[in-house]
């Protein structure tokens, strides 16, 4: 069963810092393309960075490029969202979620197959 | 970016209804379109990948159609569990974009 378990979130001043995690199990992690998600309160779905299975390809929202940095461990299986001069706008749920590359027609597309269940950050003095 | 504009943002159906849900992206993305369900408190779920392909698992009520910049979520039937929010993703580009969303409630 493919499990995807965020920790990490927590209270943080604007400004400050916070380091998410995600531990992958019940599938090959080193194979998938992995991404951070983030919903704040009441609001919608926000892409916010993605990594690709080795490591090599890394892409960012622009509401958090420079600011925070995507990263994995493959032989932790687990999934890192370092998060640098947070504002009060990143207040939200972040989700940890599995990208599965399928080819339609002739290209590849990505679909979130699996998220887990999420861990909230707030960010207020 | 591509943007993904969602309509309604709401809608209130009966059970038995058929509801549809329409998706529009900033630019063409061909078939690169899934859907997602979302209940409170829970984290999203995939309905519909690549535009028209049901997610295994998710009941044959649900439908997906359109390519370009046109796309479409359809309920055959609405069931009180169907009571969720509704997202649109695209997948074209690698930074991926939703809609804002389609709140479904029950008449």
């Known amino acids: 069963e493919v499990q995807l378990v965020e920790s990490g979130g927590g209270l943080v001043k604007p400004g400050g810092s916070l380091r998410l995690s995600c531990a992958a199990s019940?599938?090959?992690?080193?194979?998938?393309?992995m991404n951070w998600v983030r919903q704040a309160p009441g609001k919608g779905l926000e892409w916010v960075a993605s990594?690709?299975?080795?490591?090599?390809?890394?892409f960012y929202a622009e509401s958090v490029d420079g600011r925070f940095t995507i990263s994995r461990d493959n032989a932790k299986s687990s999934l890192y969202l370092q998060m640098n001069s947070l504002r009060v706008e990143d207040t939200a749920v972040y989700y940890c979620?599995?990208?599965?590359?399928?080819?339609?027609?002739?290209?590849?597309?990505?679909?979130?197959?699996?998220w887990g269940q999420g861990t909230l950050v707030t960010v207020s003095s | 970016d591509i943007q993904m504009t969602q309509s309604p943002s709401s809608l209130s159906a009966s059970v038995g209804d058929r509801v549809t849900i329409t998706c529009r992206a900033s630019?063409?993305?061909?078939?690169?379109l899934n859907w997602y369900q979302q209940k409170p408190g829970k984290a999203p779920r995939l309905l519909i990948y690549?535009?028209?392909n049901l997610q295994s698992g998710v009941p044959s009520r649900f439908s997906g159609r359109g390519s370009g910049t046109e796309f479409s979520l359809t309920i055959s039937s609405l069931q009180p569990e169907d009571v969720a929010s509704y997202y649109c993703?695209?997948?074209?580009?690698?930074?991926?974009?939703f809609g804002q969303g389609t709140k479904v409630e029950m008449k």
């Open positions: 979620v599995r990208q599965e590359d399928l080819v339609v027609v002739v290209t590849a597309t990505g679909i979130f197959d699996y």
């Open positions: 019940g599938f090959t992690f080193s194979s998938f393309t």
């Open positions: 990594i690709s299975s080795g490591g090599s390809y890394i």
């Open positions: 630019q063409s993305i061909a078939s690169h």
């Open positions: 690549a535009a028209s």
């Open positions: 993703h695209q997948s074209y580009n690698p930074r991926a974009t």
